[in-house]
């Protein structure tokens, strides 16, 4: 994508991608290394014919400095989607979404302290108002503490953290790497690191059935290669806090989707907590400076 496009409609795009993950997920019935396997190697698989036709100087041209920054990001954004994926096993959807909603606090803070980006009052009043409504729309089943659901919590938690990181770094090397060669690094090494946890854990990586086949063809092709893809895109040109603010309209999406496709009905917690999501997020993203702000200021990777 060109910078012609504007970055503020493409990452309500990628939202709206990556909203249909937890769908995808559990509709595939697949463990969650293999989910998180496979939703990479799709989008893997995806990028490189096209990198094979734009040539390959630009991913040779990667210095050694940034390319071991894009393997730490690939790390993080692996095990982003283990713990994300687990979680789902343990708790529901609307809690992964709550606590994975602290998402932007994190970015923020580590934004502010490492690229320097400055966080306005209205883009700050925004993520507190977001944030408050992630929590509501957990705040029926976190209510309801079990030792199994509280474990599923501890993981959407570390997934929160996992993405932070992913965003922040992210943010500082799309300054120097286009956006294929930067995704195709990230996303192997993601790949490499769910396959190693996988065979440390005994898990094999087989799809059982064409049905789970399709729905992790789906999960990596929309909501990894051009969900995620355009939140990468979109770092080079919005702070980090704001793109991490716009992925919170995911999980709201998704507890919509899922009573659609799955049956699974939202409480009105759920409800309640989406609207005060939605009212934050666009609130933040009306205020220009956290769209467009001057990547000079931004930090060297």
Known sequence: ?????????????????????????????????VVAFYRLFFAVLFFIPVM?????????????????????????????????????????????????????????????????????????????LAVIGGLIVGGG???????????????ALICALMISL??????????????????????SSSMVVVAILSLATGTPLTISSPKSFVHLLALGLISTALGHGIFNWALKYVKASAVSLVMLASPVAETVWVYFFLGQVPAVT???????VIIGTVLAMRDDEAVEQDTSTVASA
């Open 1 to 33: 994508m060109r910078r012609s496009i504007n970055p503020q409609m493409a990452l309500w795009f990628g939202a709206l991608c990556t909203s249909f993950a937890a769908t995808f997920i559990i509709a595939s019935g697949e463990p969650p290394f």
């Open 270 to 276: 759920s409800i309640i907590g989406g609207i005060i």
């Open 141 to 155: 089943d976190l209510l309801t503490v079990t030792s199994t659901a509280l474990f599923g919590d501890m993981l």
């Open 52 to 128: 094979a036709i734009r040539g390959w100087g630009e991913l040779k041209a990667i210095k050694k400095r940034h390319l071991v920054w894009c393997l730490l990001v690939g790390i993080s954004f692996g095990l982003h989607l283990v713990t994300y994926i687990a979680s789902l096993n343990y708790t529901s959807v609307a809690s992964a979404g709550a606590l994975a909603s602290l998402q932007p606090v994190f970015v923020a803070i580590g934004a502010s302290i490492f690229l320097k980006e400055r966080i306005g009052l209205r883009v700050r009043f925004g993520i507190a």
């Open 166 to 187: 992913y965003f922040v770094a992210g943010r500082a090397l799309r300054q120097h790497l286009d956006i294929l060669p930067y995704l195709l690094v990230v996303y």
